[in-house]
C-alpha cells in the first residue's frame, strides 16, 4: 500500500472512526482499523463485533493495498501533523506515516485475524442532519446508562408515515422527539444503543440515512457509515402517556428559568430537590437544606388553570429545559405524582419536542 | 450585618479567596469566611492556620459587623447571580444573600471559634506583577509536587540587589528567573511553598509586594493579601551549577521544536524519552517504542561547536521550552550525564530564564 492524501481529511476520517468505535477492547486486532487503498480512495475501517464503522477518505493511490494499524495511535498521528499532505506507506512490517521532514512508523497487524466490516442493512429512509443532531442530542442524553437495565439504554426510533419518531426514558423522565422524515423502502421501528446515537450527534453533518433488518441498524453521512446490533426488547410505548390530568399551565423563558434553577440549587437537599411554587404571574423556586441553609428566587411566567406546585431534581429540571433555549417553555403540569411535560410555547416548530420529568417530594422547610 | 455591594467586585473577592484558600480543612470553621464590614468596605479574611488571605472590596456598609460564613457556598452563590448588586443581610442565625428576585439563606457559624488572621510580615520589596507571574508560571510548575520531600515542593524566592531570582527543581530540571526588583527595608531569601505562587500567578495583577519576616512570607496586590509559612530547610544555592562542560550550542525556534516533540513524543517508550540528534544544520528529534513503533522528525537549527546529541523525557522538553515560546530559544548542551540549559536566545530580554533538564538514556532502536 502507497498512497498520498490531505493531512486534514485523513486526519478527520481517522478521529471519526476512532470515536465512533467504543475502544474499550483489550484485543488489538479490534482495536486496530483496516485500511483499503484502491482506486481513488483509501477506506478505513474497524469493528469490535457489535459496532462497525466505514469511512471513505480520497487519495491519490500508488499502489493498492490492504492493511491493518493500531487505530488510535494513527489517528494521533495524523491529528498532530502540520502539513498539508502526507503519505502512507507500507515499508516492511511498518506502516510508515510521511512528511517531508518527518517519518511515523506503526506496526503493522494480522489483517487476516480481524473479522471485516459488515455492509449496512437495506435504506429505511433519511432524515435532516441538523434536525436529527438536535433531536439525539437531547433524546439519547435521556436513557439510562445503567448496562444493567439494557432496555432503557436505548432509543426507540419509529419511522411513522413522514415523520420520524425518537423516544427514550431512564425511567424518571422520558423524552419524545417527532421531526420531519423521507421514508424509504423499509419500514423502521428499532431500538437503538443511545451511546452510539450521542457519538453519532457529535458528527454527523448534512443528510442522515437510516439502515435497518432484523438484528442491525446502521446510520450513514457524508462518506461515513455506522452500523450496530439492536437492543432487544419492547419499549414502553410513548403513545400511551397520560397527560389527562394537567390542570397547570405554565409558560415562561426558558434561559431564565435555568439561571434561577442553577442558583437555588445551590442550596437543595442532598436529593438535589426544588420545588416550584407556581404563583400568579410567576412562579417561585424553593429549596432548604439543614447544612446549606435555604434559597428562593421568583421568575416571571404566564399561568393558566390551576396552582399545582411540583418538585424537581434540579438536573432532571436543567435537562428539560435546555433544550428549549432562546425561548419560551411550557410546562403542563399535573397533579400528585404524575408527570410535567416541558415543550416549546411556539406550536410552529418543524421538531415537536416533549419532555417529561417525574416529581419528587417536596424538600423539607 | 447589612451591607449593598457591586455583585461583580463581591463575587471576584469571594472566588480569589476560595482559589487561595487550600480547600482541604475539613473544619467548617476553617473552611469558613470572616466577612467584617467596616467603613465604606467589607474584608472577607479566611485561613487554615497555615495559609492566610485578606481581601478588601467596598461596599455600602447600612450595618457594621462581623460574621463567619462557609466559603466555597458563598462565593458560588455570588458567582451565580446576574444582577448588578446585590445585599448581605444577617437575619437571625442566616447571612442572606439578596437581590430583588431572590432570597439565598447562608448558615452562620461560630466566628468566635476562628482563629483570625495574622497581618502580612514587613515588607520587603516590590516587583512588576507581569514578570512575576510569568517567572512563577514558569518556576513554580518546575518545584516537586512529593509532599515528602517538602524541600522540593518551595521556590526559593530571594533579592539580590536591584534583581530578584526565583528557582525551583524537582531534582530532574530546574528553572532560574532573574527579574527587576524595587528593594525595600527588609532583606528576603525565603522557601516559598509552590502550589501557593502557582496559585498567584494565576490571580495577581499590578504591582506584587513581598513582606517577609523569620516564619511567614506574604504577598499583596490590589485589595489582596495572602500570607503563608516559608518551608524549612536550605535550597540548593543556584550559583553553584556548573555549566563548564558545554560544548555544543543549538538555536532554532521554540514553538516549531515543541509542535515535533509532540508528534514523535507519541512513538516514545514507557519512560518517555526522545532523543535529540545533533546535526549540522538540524536536529532530528528520534524515538522508539517495541510496541508503538518508531518516530523521526528533523528541525531546522543553528548549530554550533560539538554535535553532543543528548535524550530527555518529552515532557520536561516541553515544559523547558514552553516558556520560549513565539522565540528562538538557545540550548547549550553538556556531555555525558550533565544538564542542558534552556535559554533564550535575545540576550536583551529583562527577566532571565534558565531552564535546565538533567539528560536520560537514549531510547533503545
Keep these: 500500500m502507497d498512497l498520498t492524501a490531505t493531512t486534514s481529511d485523513l486526519a478527520n ?34 469493528s469490535d463485533r457489535e459496532r462497525a464503522v466505514r469511512l471513505s477518505c480520497s487519495a491519490a493511490v500508488h499502489t493498492a493495498g490492504r492493511v ?12 498532530a501533523l502540520d502539513v498539508p499532505m502526507v503519505r502512507l506507506a507500507v515499508e516492511g512490517a511498518r506502516l510508515a506515516v510521511r512528511t517531508p521532514n518527518a517519518r511515523f512508523a506503526l506496526p503493522l497487524l494480522d489483517a487476516d485475524l480481524h ?38 439504554t436505548g ?26 422524515w423521507t421514508p424509504g423502502p423499509h419500514a423502521l ?67 431564565t428559568l435555568v439561571a434561577a434553577v442553577r442558583r437555588v440549587a445551590l442550596y437543595a437537599d442532598a436529593r438535589g430537590v426544588l420545588r416550584v411554587e407556581v404563583g400568579d404571574n410567576e412562579i417561585r423556586l424553593r429549596s432548604a437544606d439543614q447544612q446549606a441553609g435555604e434559597a428562593e428566587e ?18 432532571f429540571l436543567i435537562d428539560a429545559l435546555k433544550p428549549f433555549s432562546g425561548r419560551r417553555v411550557h410546562l403542563a403540569i399535573q397533579p400528585g405524582m404524575r408527570a410535567t411535560v416541558f415543550s416549546s410555547a411556539d406550536p410552529g416548530e418543524v421538531m415537536d419536542l416533549r419532555y417529561m420529568v417525574a416529581p419528587m417530594r417536596p424538600p423539607a422547610t
Excluded at 68 to 79: C, D, G, Q, S, Y
Design 13 to 46: 476520517a481517522a478521529a471519526e472512526a476512532v470515536r465512533l468505535l467504543p475502544g474499550r477492547t483489550l484485543d488489538p486486532v479490534l482495536a486496530g482499523l483496516l485500511l483499503t487503498a484502491d482506486g481513488d480512495a483509501v477506506v478505513l475501517a474497524g
Design 68 to 79: 491493518l494499524v493500531p487505530a488510535k495511535p494513527l489517528a494521533e498521528t495524523l491529528r
Design 115 to 152: 473479522p471485516g466490516v459488515p455492509s449496512a442493512p437495506p435504506l429505511a429512509g433519511s432524515v435532516d442532519g441538523e434536525l436529527f443532531v438536535s433531536a439525539l442530542t437531547t433524546v439519547a442524553a435521556t436513557a439510562s446508562r445503567d448496562e444493567a437495565l439494557p432496555l432503557f
Design 155 to 180: 432509543v426507540r426510533v419509529r419511522a411513522d408515515g413522514d415523520r420520524l419518531v425518537l423516544a427514550a426514558t431512564d425511567r424518571y423522565r422520558m423524552a419524545i422527539a417527532s421531526l420531519p
Design 189 to 255: 421501528d428499532a431500538l437503538i444503543p443511545a451511546a452510539l446515537l450521542a457519538e453519532v450527534a457529535k458528527q454527523a453533518r448534512g443528510s442522515v440515512a437510516l439502515h435497518v433488518d432484523e438484528n442491525r441498524v446502521g446510520l450513514a453521512w457524508g462518506q461515513s457509515v455506522v452500523t450496530t446490533a439492536l437492543l432487544d426488547g419492547s419499549f414502553l410505548s410513548e403513545s400511551k402517556i397520560a397527560l389527562s390530568d394537567v390542570d397547570t399551565h405554565v409558560e415562561l423563558d426558558a434561559d
Design 298 to 315: 421568583s421568575v416571571k411566567a404566564d399561568v393558566s388553570g390551576g396552582r399545582t406546585s411540583p418538585s424537581f431534581q434540579s438536573r
